[in-house]
């Protein structure tokens, strides 16, 4: 997060809206401990992140709906393998991550 | 979020350590009581600079998270709770993510040798505030160590107290000076300290002259135990460069508890002849 704010507050000063997604929980085994944090702006830039590289497609896609909808939400990824198009986490944990937007 | 977010900013900056609670998630039905629910995306931020801002909606829910955000800074961990919407413990209406924002862990370096500036530059990776303190001062220069935070000309008992209250199990300190005239008073004095890693440079013949002359200083044997020396787990290192990242990982190690082999519990030579 701290390595964030740099750039949140650049792309605000930009005029650039943003949103913030925060690992707020992991079950079982998680890449990343609560607290791992991404920035994400509307021109879909990005800093940080949240897991290993296995959601963050995903996240991306769910913070422009937050920029949208100025409304934040929480999200679950879990383990992949019984929907093979779903996205996941292949270490087989649960990651439930919080996005909201930063006005 | 964004008076807030201000703030979290400032707090971060000012390396003060800075709690921020969330609300990540709500029922959407109160079962037959007439409560307002806080909204999601509520914010509460506590610190100990500029005490508490923000609010969850309901001031007993506030005071009570208030009090759980103390209690998460002083344990440095990043926690969701549950609790009513007056804050009821045993409840689950709405849940608070309480991320806890620390100060970066310190390193204390002593000695300015080349050793020292390979260190610095894996301490900076690994996020720690770097500090390196020689009493020379035509070593001890910015101009070598451009990476570290501070760089203090000075003896390192004298500096340590300077800094010694501030010093806690996340803080590191690493006496690479392989001069007992130095070591002596830098392991002496970081023993008195909260440092939770001590490591000293130096060949297992260097160690033994200096827990000798350590014992002869009043260090008692259970204390000496806590020296990591040599310093460094035994991955063969030998450049400045893999020597840093030997100690940063026995560093990491330790604080993990993991059962990897430090050069302090192995034998023979530290460094390995490559076949």
Redesign the interface.
């Known amino acids: 997060m701290k390595d964030l704010i740099a750039d949140i507050e650049r792309w605000q000063a930009a005029g650039q809206r943003v949103a913030l997604a925060r690992v707020v929980a992991v079950v079982g085994a998680g890449p990343r401990d609560p607290g791992a944090a991404m920035a994400i702006n509307e021109a879909s830039e990005v800093v940080g992140s949240v897991s290993g590289g296995c959601v963050e497609g995903a996240v991306v896609a769910e913070a422009l709906g937050v920029i949208e909808s100025g409304e934040p939400r929480l999200c679950t990824f879990g383990y992949s393998d019984d929907e093979v198009f779903a996205v996941g986490l292949t270490c087989g944990g649960t990651i439930r991550i919080f996005i909201e937007p930063v006005d | 979020?964004?008076e807030i977010?201000t703030t979290l900013?400032q707090c971060?900056?000012d390396e003060d350590p800075v709690a921020l609670a969330?609300v990540?998630?709500r029922t959407d039905v109160v079962r037959g009581r007439n409560t307002l629910l806080p909204q999601?995306?509520a914010t509460l931020l506590v610190s100990q600079a500029v005490g508490v801002r923000g609010s969850l909606g309901h001031d007993k829910l506030d005071a009570v998270v208030a009090g759980d955000a103390t209690g998460a800074l002083s344990s440095g961990?990043?926690?969701?709770r549950h609790y009513g919407s007056a804050g009821e413990s045993r409840l689950n209406d709405v849940t608070v993510?309480i991320?806890?924002?620390a100060p970066p862990p310190r390193m204390i370096i002593f000695g300015a040798v080349d050793f020292t500036a390979a260190l610095v530059k894996v301490a900076k990776v690994l996020g720690y505030h770097v500090t390196v303190c020689d009493a020379r001062e035509i070593f001890a220069t910015k101009k070598r160590f451009p990476e570290a935070d501070e760089v203090i000309v000075g003896w390192p008992d004298a500096y340590l107290m300077t800094v010694a209250g501030r010093l806690s199990a996340r803080d590191a300190v690493c006496v690479l000076t392989h001069d007992h005239k130095f070591d002596i008073p830098a392991i002496v004095a970081a023993l008195s300290t909260k440092v939770g890693y001590l490591g000293a440079m130096g060949s297992r013949t260097t160690h033994l002259e200096r827990v000798k002359r350590l014992t002869e200083a009043g260090v008692a044997p259970a204390r000496l135990n806590e020296i990591m020396a040599p310093i460094g787990l035994a991955i063969g290192a030998r450049t400045p460069e893999e020597t840093a990242v030997a100690i940063c990982a026995e560093i990491i190690a330790r604080r993990a508890n993991a059962e990897v082999r430090s050069l302090r519990d192995d034998t023979g030579p530290i460094h390995r002849v490559a076949s």
């Open positions: 979020m964004d977010f900013a971060i900056r969330t990540i998630e999601l995306g961990q990043s926690v969701a993510f991320d806890v924002f």
